[in-house]
């Protein structure tokens, strides 16, 4: 089961941004497909973004063109960079690691599904004025 500390949340004004950090142990994370997803209250988690091991990315709509995923492999870190943030991102962010289509040792596809129902603590997320 992989085990991931997130950091980085915080509070910003409208239009700010945030920089959020999926640090990852237990597991190296070269070979593992990386997803963030957020929960805002009395909402159900919604995928945000993944990045597969071969550095392929997927956003949801809603954060497209805002938000920006990165991994650093040798810090065995997945980042999530959010700009232009609205309220409706107000949530806590969490990461986890999501399912893959391999096409080859150069291609795979990440999926906005998390492998297992475990969650860390996450990172509280507030946009307000």
């Known amino acids: 089961q992989l085990q991931a500390v997130e950091s980085g949340g915080g509070s910003v004004q409208p239009g700010g941004s945030l920089r959020l950090s999926c640090a990852i142990s237990?597991?190296?994370?070269?070979?593992?497909?990386i997803g963030w997803f957020r929960q805002a209250p009395g909402k159900e988690r919604e995928g945000v973004s993944c990045?597969?091991?071969?550095?392929?990315?997927k956003y949801a709509d809603s954060v497209k063109d805002r938000f920006f995923i990165s991994r650093d492999n040798a810090k065995n870190t997945v980042y999530l960079q959010m700009n232009s943030l609205s309220p409706e991102a107000s949530a806590v962010y969490y990461c986890?690691?999501?399912?893959?289509?391999?096409?080859?040792?150069?291609?795979?596809?990440?999926?906005?599904?998390?492998?297992?129902?475990?969650w860390g603590q996450g990172t509280q997320v507030t946009v307000s004025s």
């Open positions: 986890a690691a999501v399912g893959f289509v391999r096409y080859s040792n150069s291609y795979e596809d990440c999926q906005l599904v998390a492998l297992d129902d475990a």
């Open positions: 237990r597991f190296t994370l070269d070979y593992r497909a």
């Open positions: 990045i597969s091991s071969t550095s392929n990315t």
